[in-house]
């Protein structure tokens, strides 16, 4: 259900990042965005990956998480590198 897959550099591995089809381009990049603040904190790729599809719930869906976990994400969302 992707319409586009791209292959990034994450910690010196070539990853694929997939947009869904609910992704608009903007929410895609921001995603990017957001999976770079993670790599500027030497998060693993697996755990990158799934906490930026939670960020991106909460940022443009709305959903609603764990306490220990949302701020887990909005504290990554906060950093400015």
Do not use: G, H, P
């Amino acid at each position: 259900m992707e319409t586009n897959c791209v292959e990034i550099t994450y910690l010196s591995k070539t990853v694929k990042v997939q947009q869904y089809l609910s992704e608009s381009n903007d929410r895609f990049r921001q995603k990017l965005e957001f999976i770079r603040k993670l790599e500027k904190s030497n998060v693993e790729w697996k755990e990158s990956n799934r906490l930026s599809k939670i960020w991106s719930n909460i940022k443009f869906r709305e959903c609603k998480y764990a306490s220990e976990l949302y701020y887990k994400i909005m504290n990554y969302d906060k950093l400015n590198y």
